[in-house]
């Protein structure tokens, strides 16, 4: 008979020191869990060894970071331009191949005519607007995420979350405006930008009954073209105002208290109603606002605060809301819920503001595949056609109102690799002198 005495203690033991490793790394874990919750020792210790660790691997190459990812298909070309597509030039903002951030204008067969580098680092190394655990800490940082050229060609734009930075052409500061902006800037007729903000809480406030800090209050801006901030709003109070103080309480999880926690409202985009455009049931005045995580667009009256028209749940995570007439709104729906057999598909929607419905305007399918689970930007140009911007897939096309591609634009940065792009903008031909 074999003696199995030995091979059985060696199990025992190596079970146990199985059991023992695996509760120990579970201890940890579940304190980690605690600590992050309640924004405890060693919370904060753990989020940077994480990202630490992440950046270790994006730098050893065995992992791709979220801002690139394996081309849909790579045999497409970098651009395919038709004569059905909307003259002009473009402003392009994303990630090039070194992990740096850019913007640039490239004209509509993809030739780069100006190029700004954006570095945070370099731009802005002196933040002590910021609560320490928003100072990035290694290449890119950030992301520029909203940006407008300016009449004379300079560029304002966001680093999310961080600051509004005006530069010139050749790339020098004009102005920063040291105030946590994020996501959107959109210049109005009037020449002032329009700009989502947050402001951080850090401590319990009485103007923000059972959330749990810290958590932001998300405020909508108007900023001078010298980056003076003219006038603001605060979204929570905006929504307390008309009645609607329960859209601040949608994330509370406990049966017996309202408290809520983290990211409640996500506000990704403000845009006033064009100077130009007929009115109708929108009129000059009239704000745009998107709420992301609680799939909310309103549109209210900048001079009385009124909230004169809000859709809930008629779309996923959404971006981008824009008014097309005085009537009605277009909205980037990332539909990122729910994936249908051919995969999830983000949409393009339209609200008729007078009779309160939808009709889908834009999606994609199995053989033209169109999804962006986070970012996502759309813009109606002069003849009708629809630019759309869909973000993680580093790609930008122009529809026309068949629903046909006329131009298409890759965010290449390695063989079948695509580089982010947080949007694509058409800018008027003549804008093209700025950039000789």
Request: aromatic fraction near 12%; proline fraction near 6%; include cysteine.
């Amino acid at each position: 008979m074999k003696n199995t005495t030995g091979k059985t203690k060696g199990f025992a033991n190596n079970a146990a020191m199985f059991m023992f490793v695996f509760s120990v790394a579970l201890a940890i874990y579940v304190c980690g869990m605690i600590a992050e919750k309640h924004h405890r020792y060693p919370a904060r210790c753990l989020s940077l060894a994480n990202e630490a660790l992440n950046y270790f691997r994006v730098m050893t190459g065995n992992a791709f970071p979220f801002y690139y990812r394996c081309a849909r298909d790579p045999t497409q070309p970098p651009v395919r331009n038709s004569e059905r597509s909307y003259e002009g030039i473009n402003l392009v903002t994303g990630v090039k191949a070194d992990h740096r951030l850019f913007a640039k204008i490239v004209d509509m067969d993809g030739r780069t005519l100006h190029e700004w580098s954006i570095d945070w680092f370099e731009m802005w190394p002196d933040a002590e607007h910021l609560p320490e655990r928003f100072v990035p800490r290694w290449a890119p940082g950030t992301n520029v995420h909203g940006a407008a050229v300016m009449d004379n060609g300079d560029l304002v734009f966001n680093f999310i979350h961080l600051g509004l930075v005006r530069v010139d052409r050749a790339g020098k500061i004009v102005w920063r405006l040291p105030y946590q902006t994020h996501h959107s800037v959109h210049l109005h007729d009037d020449g002032n930008l329009w700009v989502s903000g947050q402001k951080e809480h850090e401590r319990p406030s009485e103007r923000f009954p059972n959330r749990v800090p810290p958590f932001e209050e998300y405020t909508i801006l108007v900023v001078s073209p010298e980056g003076e901030i003219l006038r603001q709003w605060s979204v929570a109070e905006l929504l307390r105002k008309n009645g609607l103080e329960g859209l601040l309480y949608l994330g509370s999880l406990d049966n017996t208290s309202t408290q809520v926690r983290g990211d409640v409202l996500h506000m990704n985009d403000v845009e006033p109603f064009p100077e130009t455009m007929r009115e109708g049931f929108f009129k000059k005045g009239d704000v745009a606002v998107s709420l992301r995580n609680i799939n909310t667009v309103f549109v209210f009256d900048s001079r009385t605060d009124k909230i004169k028209f809000i859709a809930a749940g008629r779309f996923i995570r959404q971006h981008d809301p824009d008014f097309i007439d005085g009537e009605r709104i277009s909205v980037f729906d990332n539909n990122n819920a729910a994936p249908e057999e051919q995969g999830p598909q983000s949409r393009i929607v339209i609200l008729n503001a007078p009779d309160d419905t939808l009709e889908v305007y834009y999606e994609g399918t199995e053989e033209h595949p169109f999804y962006t689970d986070i970012l996502g930007k759309h813009q109606w140009l002069p003849n009708g056609n629809l630019l759309i911007t869909e973000s993680k897939q580093g790609r930008a096309f122009e529809i026309d109102n068949h629903g046909e591609i006329v131009w298409e634009y890759m965010n290449y940065v390695g063989e079948g690799v695509v580089g982010m792009i947080e949007e694509v903008q058409r800018l008027p031909p003549e804008y093209a002198r700025f950039y000789k």
